[in-house]
Each structure stands twice: as structure tokens, then as C-alpha cells.
């Protein structure tokens, strides 16, 4: 089955800066790739996603880039602010049909933002 | 519109019991999927359906047992708790069509649930 593997863990930045969040796939079929946040005690929320048929998507002041050869994708935050600070997962759809919503989630980056 | 509704918030269970956690959707979504959420593993899929009699097996089924009888009802089944089962579970739904979001997940509220 598919496999998420997501890096680093753990990012501090200070406020106005970017944080970076990567992720690799193993599954060539896959073709959804959304990303997730989640705040403290809270339920995980869909902040952006991109398809295999685009390269890149932006939404303000988060993009995400996808490389589907390397199978790698990745979720950029610019101009950091503190309502950042959340856990965010990234997530691989195996394709088509019934199970293209059968999302294979990351280990999550607890992403902390400093004043 | 709720959205997603699971119910109860929190559980706390002794060994060999067994409960059911019961999740809602008024979204007229096709899929619907049950998660697990512990520290350090993200979230994985306990057991997922397509449709009303259609469910499959996830990444981590043993030990949980579900039924769709309805679109709008799926809930999940433990049939005799053990301690590795002490997590946060997360219902999810989606559109099962391309056109009107497949693959965006809505997720329930979360259950904390402890086996002692």
C-alpha cells in the first residue's frame, strides 16, 4: 500500500518568516495530494490540496509544489503568523474511483511560530 | 447542516469491554472512513466505506468492526477493548464525485477514548 513518509517533525520560525514542510510517496498511482491542519484539540481541516495534472497551486500565503517524478510534494507558509502554530499533515489519494477519498496521511509537522 | 457528527466526546473503557462509537454525516457523502490518532503516527485508517453494505478494511482493522446500513450512518465497533487501543478517533466523510470534492475529507469532533 501507499506510504507517506513527512519531514521535520517539529519547525519553530519566528513570526514573518517561512517554514517549509516536506513529503514523499511511494504509490506512482496516487494523484491527490491534499494537506491538513490541525490545532490543539481540535479536528484535522483541509487547507489546500493539489492534483497530479498541476505543478504548483497558491492559495494567499500558502502554496503547495508537486514533483511527480520524485514523488515528493511540499506545503510552503510565507509571512508566518502566530495563528500558524498547528500540526499539519500532509496526505496521498491512491486514484480513481470509490477509493480516490482512501487518504494515506503522514506523521505530521508540529510547526510552532515565535513572536 | 452539522457536518460530521460523532458521538460520545470521550470514553474510558476496561480491558475486554466492548462499545460502539457512533458518527453521522448529513452531507450526502458516498465515503465515509474511521481513523486513529496517536502521538508520533498521524492518522490511520481503521476501516473506510464507498457506499450504503459496501466497507473495506484499513491499515489498522483488527480489533474494530463496522457496518453501513445507511449513506448517512457509519459507526465503528470494538469489540473487546485492549490498552493498545487508547487513541483519538476521527469519523471522516467525503463526496464520493470528482466534480463536488472527492477526497476532501470532513472530519467528526474526535472521540478520546481510554482502555484501562
Known amino acids: 500500500g501507499e506510504n507517506v513518509e513527512q519531514h521535520p517533525s517539529t519547525l519553530s520560525v519566528q513570526e514573518g518568516d517561512s517554514a517549509v514542510i516536506k513529503c514523499t510517496y511511494s504509490d506512482s498511482a496516487s494523484n491527490y495530494f491534499p494537506w491538513y491542519k490541525q490545532e490543539l484539540g481540535k479536528r484535522p481541516q483541509l487547507i489546500i490540496d493539489i492534483r497530479s495534472n498541476v505543478g504548483e497551486k497558491k492559495d494567499q500565503r500558502i502554496a503547495v509544489t508537486l514533483n511527480k517524478t520524485a514523488k515528493h510534494f511540499s506545503l510552503h507558509i510565507t509571512e508566518t503568523q502566530p495563528e500558524d502554530s498547528a500540526v499539519y499533515f500532509c496526505?496521498?489519494?491512491?486514484?480513481?474511483?470509490?477509493?480516490?477519498?482512501?487518504?494515506?496521511f503522514g506523521t505530521g509537522t508540529r510547526l510552532q511560530v515565535t513572536l | 447542516n452539522a457536518g460530521v457528527t460523532q458521538t460520545p466526546k470521550f470514553q474510558v473503557l476496561k480491558t475486554g469491554q466492548s462499545m460502539t462509537l457512533q458518527c453521522a454525516q448529513d452531507?450526502?457523502?458516498?465515503?465515509m472512513s474511521w481513523y486513529r490518532q496517536d502521538p508520533g503516527m498521524g492518522l490511520r485508517l481503521i476501516h473506510y466505506?464507498?457506499?450504503?453494505?459496501?466497507?473495506d478494511q484499513g491499515e489498522v482493522p483488527n480489533g474494530y468492526n463496522v457496518s453501513r446500513s445507511t449513506t448517512e450512518d457509519f459507526p465503528l465497533r470494538l469489540l473487546s477493548a485492549a490498552p493498545s487501543q487508547t487513541s483519538v478517533y476521527f469519523c471522516a466523510s467525503s463526496s464520493g464525485r470528482w466534480a463536488t470534492g472527492v477526497g476532501k475529507l470532513f472530519f467528526g469532533s474526535g472521540t478520546q477514548l481510554s482502555v484501562l
Open positions: 452531507m450526502n457523502h458516498e465515503y
Open positions: 496526505a496521498a489519494s491512491p486514484g480513481l474511483g470509490g477509493t480516490a477519498s482512501k487518504l494515506t
Open positions: 466505506s464507498v457506499g450504503a453494505g459496501i466497507t
